[in-house]
């Protein structure tokens, strides 16, 4: 293994799937980046899938802690006593998403340590999150997030748009570009595939399954007798019942189940044997959901809000809007198309993936900024300095 004596203490509210696609961004980031020689320490919050996902960070060094009241805001004394212990002898802290308690630690730890911080936001400087639970995000960014997010080395955005989101809010501070990514298995597309049209993420209103659900009891009645649109994901909000009464409503439980979250194989499974991934939001900042879909040889519909226009232009990806409508067009569009269409929209993602968004090289441009970071050399070319 290369040495690169570089010491990185990253920071998340989750460090299990209870996170969703954070989680699997930080570990990813946190693993890859161990690989090339950078000693990771990874510190969050105990949730209650925590003793499930600990193993998944395999070698690196995985500390949660226990939160104490308001439990929203993840706050912990055992996180903070840690956070302040590790602190002097790494390097940089590398903060994921914002608005909770570890926001606080790295304003904290920048303000007593005086070392470097990386943030990567995650798409929670996006308007459409500014704008949901807003007077606490306000309050928050009044007390110390905003010093935090101005005060840090580097901002980490996903795409062009997260930079502009982040600019729009007056933040200077150089940004990197990095997107997301996915490990690449190099399996062949499965030819065991299931009529099923596919959402994995948050049962979370700007998700747009309202208008999905809708969309899809617009179907022509042997698409309806003949596909399953099949829902998966963990409640937020008390959202689900709000599903589920729809699906009742429009008679449609014989085409469409909500199967509550499910992880690991259980959900490569379901997207390697699937036919469509649908993912109609409002808001995102770079979804690992459609990534996962397209490494696992899926079409893909979904929203501009996704931030992933390369799969429109590459052809893996038939775009719609947030209505209903629109999203029923998009699937109309894709049940025209004959299998072999289909196939190669799958096989068109797979590449994509393949060419642009596996881990291995997206934690060599990481580790590129985090060198940049702490030893002051020439700024990687994925940094942009311009404010």
């Known amino acids: 293994m290369p040495s690169t004596s570089l010491r990185v203490l990253t920071l998340c509210s989750s460090l299990s799937n209870a996170a969703g696609g954070v989680y699997g961004v930080q570990r990813s980031q946190a693993i890859h980046c161990q690989r090339l020689g950078v000693e990771v320490i990874a510190a969050g919050v105990e949730d209650s899938r925590w003793s499930i996902d600990r193993h998944e960070w395999e070698n690196i060094n995985a500390n949660a802690f226990p939160s104490i009241f308001p439990k929203f805001y993840r706050r912990s004394p055992e996180l903070a006593k840690f956070v302040n212990e ?37 798409g929670m400087l996006e308007g459409w999150a500014l704008r949901n639970s807003s007077w606490k995000k306000k309050l928050i960014l009044r007390l110390f997030e905003r010093k935090m997010l101005e005060t840090a080395a580097c901002i980490h955005a996903l795409n062009e748009k997260e930079l502009n989101d982040i600019r729009n809010l007056g933040l200077k501070n150089p940004i990197c ?22 959402f994995i993420g948050r049962l979370h209103p700007k998700k747009g399954l309202v208008n999905l659900i809708k969309a899809w009891s617009t179907m022509p009645e042997e698409i309806l007798k003949t596909w399953h649109l099949r829902i998966i994901g963990w409640d937020d909000g008390g959202h689900e019942r709000e599903l589920e009464s729809l699906v009742r409503t429009m008679s449609l439980e014989r085409c469409v189940s909500m199967t509550g979250p499910l992880f690991g194989a259980e959900k490569q499974k379901v997207l390697d044997e699937g036919r469509l991934f649908v993912l109609p939001s409002k808001s995102e900042g770079l979804p690992i959901a459609v990534l996962e879909a397209w490494e696992s040889g899926l079409p893909v519909i979904m929203t501009p809000q996704c931030n992933l226009d390369i799969g429109f232009r590459n052809g893996c990806a038939i775009q719609v809007d947030i209505t209903a409508e629109s999203i029923a067009k998009g699937l109309l569009q894709f049940f025209d198309q004959t299998d072999r269409e289909q196939a190669e929209m799958g096989r068109k993602g797979k590449r994509l993936i393949a060419e642009s968004f596996t881990w291995p090289r997206i934690a060599e441009q990481l580790l ?18 311009d404010a």
């Open 177 to 198: 570009i990095l997107p997301n990514g996915v490990e690449d298995r190099n399996v062949s597309i499965s030819v065991h595939k299931k009529n099923e049209v596919v």
């Open 86 to 122: 590790k602190s002097r002898n790494v390097d940089l802290v590398h903060l994921h998403g914002l608005w909770q308690y570890p926001s606080f630690l790295t304003r904290r730890f920048q303000f007593e340590h005086r070392k470097p911080t990386l943030v990567s936001p995650h």
């Open 368 to 385: 590129s900024v985090y060198q940049w970071i702490v030893k002051g050399d020439c700024p990687p070319s994925c940094v942009h300095l």
